[in-house]
């Protein structure tokens, strides 16, 4: 079965960058699909922030464009979120998940989250 | 962007009884055929959990409770008969263009 896990510190300080691991199991991240990092606010919110595609390419927000990069380590089938200059609004729980645009076009297999508080 | 706007943002429905839930798009989500609306469900402390893909496409796993409907811009999820597990937060979110963006979402609760 597919499994995404997030992984990552859980405070970060204003002006740095955040970094998050998604870990998948069951499948390869360079078959098919993209895979993307989602984040909920507090009050639950929902943003898509980005994905990597199974070729390598990526899709960022535009509302995140200049401080956010997506890439990838395909011997270990992880994906990896860098988030710079991060201030208290990036306070969120970030997720990571599977997006199946040849296939059901809907994101189908989520991890369970980690939660990131910005704060010094 | 585009914008969904989802109503009622809470919905109180008896167990037993019919819930349904409107998603509108500020503009198309149609493209080749397709509507590119989704819905997932998601349950406190869990991550959001795919139910409905592309407007009425039933996920594998899911009851057949579950239902989705529309095309274009109006979009409605029915939960039909509601149980007391079908307590949760329902969002839509459309694929079809660049940025994907979510509803607002709307709790369901039992009455």
């Known amino acids: 079965d597919v499994q995404l896990q997030e992984s990552g510190p859980g405070l970060v300080k204003p002006s740095q960058s955040l970094s998050l691991t998604c870990t998948v199991t069951?499948?390869?991240?360079?078959?098919?699909?993209?895979w993307n990092w989602i984040r909920q606010f507090p009050g639950n919110k929902l943003e898509w922030m980005g994905y990597?595609?199974?070729?390598?390419?990526?899709s960022y927000n535009p509302s995140l464009k200049s401080r956010i990069s997506i890439t990838r380590d395909t011997s270990k089938n992880q994906f990896f979120l860098q988030l710079n200059s991060v201030t208290t609004e990036d306070t969120a729980t970030y997720y990571c998940?599977?997006?199946?645009?040849?296939?059901?076009?809907?994101?189908?297999?989520w991890g369970q989250g980690t939660s990131v508080t910005v704060s010094s | 962007d585009i914008v969904l706007t989802q109503s009622p943002a809470s919905l109180a429905v008896s167990l037993g009884q019919r819930a349904t839930i409107s998603c509108r798009a500020s503009?198309?989500?149609?493209?080749?055929?397709?509507?590119?609306m989704h819905w997932y469900q998601q349950k406190p402390g869990q991550p959001p959990k795919l139910l409905i893909y592309r407007a009425s496409n039933l996920e594998s796993g899911i009851p057949a409770r579950f239902s989705g409907s529309g095309s274009r811009t109006d979009f409605t999820l029915t939960i039909n008969p509601v149980e007391a597990d079908d307590v949760a937060t329902y969002y839509c979110q459309q694929s079809n263009e660049d940025p994907f963006t979510f509803g607002s979402g709307t709790k369901l609760e039992i009455k």
């Open positions: 998940a599977r997006w199946g645009g040849n296939y059901e076009h809907a994101m189908d297999y």
């Open positions: 503009e198309s989500v149609d493209s080749y055929g397709n509507s590119f």
């Open positions: 990597i595609s199974y070729s390598g390419s990526t």
């Open positions: 069951g499948y390869s991240i360079t078959s098919d699909y993209a």
